[in-house]
């Protein structure tokens, strides 16, 4: 398992339960942000809770834009949770007119059903042989839909069936809230740093 993780900081509003699970692990990590960016010798992990619009603006008007699709394309093992896993993708449409990092290509889109946003645990069933099933927290009014299904690693059904995470190359991305998901969060988090340490 990788030693330390490089824990990216962009005034998301879930780093502080990150960082819990984190030590609850006994997994080191690394505040990085703008003013303290990451070179690329550990794994990055990017949570938060926020707006897909100010998100992107705010990395767009701190210039730290670069330098974190630099080190993601360039391979640098990457982990993103809720928004974390939303800007890696082209556009939302909680913000038309403000592209994502477009590392992953296809959009985010809105729930038409049911109460939004979804709050509370739902069921991720595998896309592939071998994964476990497994309840997990979700706090969301979009989600992820790639052009190519074969990137989605788990799928959630909420009125429609939908990606809740992705994994492609050095990308891993969970739309759902691993820290807040007990066990089988935990389980998952583990797996990610036994794979990419």
């Known amino acids: 398992m990788t030693k330390t993780v490089d824990l990216v900081d962009i005034g998301g509003g879930n780093i502080g339960s990150v960082k819990r699970c984190l030590e609850r692990l006994n997994i080191e990590y690394r505040n990085v942000n703008i003013d303290s960016p990451p070179k690329g010798d550990n794994p990055l992990l990017l949570p938060g809770v926020g707006a897909f619009g100010p998100v992107m603006k705010h990395l767009r008007q701190s210039r730290f834009e670069p330098r974190l699709k630099a080190l993601i394309n360039g391979g640098t093992p990457y982990l993103g949770i809720c928004i974390g896993m939303q800007i890696l993708f082209e556009r939302s449409e909680e913000a038309d007119d403000c592209p994502g990092l477009e590392i992953i290509p296809g959009d985010v889109v809105a729930f038409k059903s049911g109460k939004v946003p979804q709050i509370g645990w739902n069921l991720i069933e595998p896309n592939s042989n071998g994964a476990e099933r497994g309840y997990v927290y979700f706090v969301n009014s979009y989600y992820p839909k790639p052009s190519d299904d074969q990137v989605t690693s788990y799928y959630a059904n909420y ?3 939908f990606c809740a ?16 998901s007990g066990d089988f969060g935990q389980q998952l988090l583990r797996r990610w740093l036994d794979e990419v340490g």
Request: proline content about 11%; charged content about 20%; overall charge positive.
């Open 165 to 180: 995470a992705v994994k492609t190359k050095n990308i891993t991305a969970f739309q759902f809230h691993p820290e807040k």
């Open 159 to 161: 009125y429609v069936p």
